[in-house]
Every structure is written in structure tokens, then in C-alpha cells.
């Protein structure tokens, strides 16, 4: 058949919602894996249901996830029970390919899961799934289509995982930098004093009354450990007022200060090129006597033994004595800038890296897509 012919998905397949059944752990004479969405991401099932009034799955059906954030999400291949958040759409396997129907429907996958509906939680539209208009083309080519659409995500899924294991080795590196720079490796004759950060003017965090309208959207500069990133910059987003500061047991420092992140996002660390206070999951360090950029990369350095002195059954915090105890070489201050200088130079060079890496990622799953859409339009296979 021609691939300008089109037919609608309800005429193809027999749509049936699943069930809600009564669910018990290990699999039993009798039992059937009940199937929930972490099956459909290739989970092995870890529950079974003896009841005998279900939604069969077969190998052969293609199941679809019709509630919750993950609505579109697909799997196949499967048998057992179906959940009452999945439904199950079954075909005529003599003239459909179950493969061809589930990346049809993965093109399709942002379309079903943003226009969805329900507030609250979201609910896939199952009449307007059923009636997308799929190629209508021949079982033999539509299997020709799949092979081609799973030879081109090979290809594809080599190069991602090529560029992750480039990033990876560029963590490694950062690791391998930092280590280098606190061992002596970039300077000559590298002499220091030891001191402990303790040593150091140091301010707790705090956070005004959020129930207190007056107490936000002021002038002072206020951050969380979530305000860190990963390159530890600060992101100032959220801002108190005068009199939030004096109300509660926040502080403000002084530009170049080094927060350290002492519970949520434990061993997190950064310098505040702006006067900031902070929530009390960090410390602020004033930096008299030390280059802020050479404490926070020597803390950077430090973050798996800050993080294993972290203590706490929900979350994991460092005790003030303990952070006290932490070690600071003390090099001169041309030493200290000599470092800093060196690191970030060798930082600078990783940072255009990965952000190469990352925009090819980016454009990975953009070509993915694009993959699905050429399939569709019958430009892969002649």
C-alpha cells in the first residue's frame, strides 16, 4: 500500500483499561506479576495477584500508562495483570507489528502526556490516542520499518553512551586536578601551615518565618543549598527583608565568604560574590587571611570527608565541632593565587567540554525524535 494512506489507531487495535486487584509479594502457585508503570520501564514486577477477575497482558499487546506524570509512557512484551493506571491495546499480530505500534506511539509520547486531563493528577485522553491516524502499510514493511528504526537508535544509543563515559573521565579529572593542586603539584616548594577551619570567623544560617509576608521580598540577598549548583555558582532567587533578617537567626556576610552546605546537599560549597544570607542547612566563612577561591576549592577537595562525617538517619548533616575540625593548608598569598589561577584554568578548559557534551546530548534525543518522524513519513525505508 502506499505510505500516503493513513488509518486510525481504534480501528487497528481493542483498547481495554486495567484493573485494581488485590496485590501479595512473592509469587505463588496460581499468581500472576501484577503490572504497574515500573514494570513498563523494565523493572522486573514486585507484585503477584491470585485474583482471577483482571486485564490480561500478552507478549503480544502494547501497554500504555493513562494516569499520573508518566501518562504515554509505553511497554511491551509483558503478561500478567494489568494495573488500574495502564491500559492494554491488543491486535491482530498477523497484520500488525506490536514494535511499529509502540514507536509510533513514543513519537507521540510528549503530545499524549502534555495534553492530558485532570488538575490534580494527570489523566491520558484515551479517544484522543485512539484516534491518531497511523501509515497504513503492509505487515512485511512495517517490520522492515522497525528493523531500520532500531538500527539507527543503536547507532545513536552508542554515541550517548560514548559521551557519557567522556564526561564521566572529565569528573574523574576534576577530581584528579584538585588533588594535584592541594599536593603540591602546581607550584615549587609548596610550604603551608595547617589550620583548621574552625580558625576561621564563622556565621550560622537561618530562615525568617515564611507565615511572615513582611519578612520577604526585601533587599538582602537570602540562598538555600539548593541555590548551589554544580559548578558552584550561587543563583540569588530569593530575597528577606531588614526586618526578617533581625527576626530570625539568619546572618548576612560579606561578599567573598565561602559557604559550605553542613545538611541538604551536605559537602556543597561556594563563594558569594554578593552579601548574602542563608538558610540554616549551611556556614558562612569569613575569608581574613585566605583567597575565598583557594578555601573553596581546598573544601571542594574535602567534600568526601566532609560528607562521611555526616551523621543523621533522614538527613545527612555535619555537626559544627566536626566541620570545625576539618584541616586548611595555609600556603602565602601569591601561592594561594597561583593555585586558584591553575585550577580554574584547568576547570575553564573541562567546562567548554561539557558543555559540548551536553548540547550533543541534547541534540541525541532530538534526533531520536526525528528519527520516529522520518519513520513515519515513510523516508526510511524505500
Not at 9 to 14: H, Q
Not at 152 to 161: E, G, P, V
Not at 226 to 255: C, M, Q, V, W, Y
Amino acid at each position: 500500500m502506499k505510505m500516503g494512506e493513513t488509518i486510525k489507531l481504534k480501528e487497528l487495535c481493542e483498547f481495554k483499561k486495567g484493573k485494581k486487584v488485590a496485590a501479595i509479594k512473592d509469587k505463588t502457585s496460581g499468581s500472576v506479576p501484577y503490572l504497574l508503570i515500573n514494570t513498563l520501564r523494565g523493572l522486573p514486577p514486585d507484585s503477584f495477584t491470585k485474583d482471577k477477575d483482571y486485564t490480561e497482558a500478552k507478549e503480544g499487546d502494547v501497554l500504555i500508562v493513562c494516569d499520573g506524570a508518566n501518562s504515554g509512557l509505553t511497554g511491551t512484551g509483558l503478561r500478567g495483570a494489568v494495573g488500574s493506571t495502564i491500559a492494554r491495546l491488543r491486535f491482530d499480530e498477523t497484520k500488525i507489528n506490536k514494535d511499529y505500534i509502540t514507536f509510533f506511539l513514543k513519537l507521540n509520547f510528549s503530545n499524549l502526556n502534555t495534553d492530558v486531563k485532570g488538575a490534580a493528577i494527570p489523566h491520558l485522553k484515551p479517544e484522543k490516542m485512539l484516534n491518531l491516524t497511523i501509515p497504513k502499510i503492509s505487515l512485511n514493511k512495517q517490520n522492515l520499518t522497525v528493523q531500520e528504526i532500531e538500527t539507527q537508535f543503536t547507532r545513536l544509543d552508542s554515541a550517548i553512551k560514548s559521551l557519557k563515559a567522556i564526561k564521566t573521565k572529565l569528573n574523574l579529572y576534576r577530581k584528579s586536578v584538585l588533588k594535584a593542586a592541594f599536593e603540591g603539584g602546581f607550584v615549587d616548594n609548596f610550604k603551608y601551615e595547617i589550620k583548621k577551619l574552625g580558625d576561621f570567623e564563622r556565621k550560622g544560617g537561618g530562615t525568617p518565618s515564611t507565615k511572615m509576608k513582611e519578612y520577604w521580598g526585601g533587599e538582602i540577598n537570602w540562598i538555600t543549598s539548593a541555590s548551589i549548583d554544580e559548578r558552584n555558582k550561587i543563583h540569588f532567587d530569593k530575597k528577606i527583608t531588614e526586618i526578617g533578617l533581625k527576626n530570625s537567626s539568619a546572618n548576612l556576610i560579606p561578599k567573598g565568604s565561602v559557604i559550605v552546605v553542613t545538611r541538604v546537599g551536605l559537602g556543597k560549597v561556594a563563594v558569594n560574590e554578593e552579601a548574602t544570607a542563608f538558610s540554616q542547612d549551611s556556614q558562612g566563612i569569613i575569608c581574613k587571611g585566605i583567597n575565598p577561591y583557594f578555601l573553596m576549592w581546598q573544601m571542594k577537595s574535602a567534600a568526601n570527608e566532609i560528607i562521611s562525617k555526616g551523621q543523621g538517619t533522614t538527613i545527612n548533616g555535619i555537626t559544627v565541632n566536626k566541620l570545625n575540625d576539618i584541616k586548611v593548608k595555609t600556603p602565602d598569598r601569591n601561592t594561594q593565587a597561583e593555585i586558584v589561577n591553575q585550577i580554574e584554568s584547568r576547570f575553564s578548559v573541562i567546562d567548554k567540554l561539557e558543555e559540548v557534551i551536553d548540547s550533543s546530548l541534547k541534540k541525541a534525543e532530538t534526533l531520536r525524535k526525528s528519527i520516529l518522524k522520518s519513520a513515519f513519513e515513510g523516508k526510511l525505508v524505500n
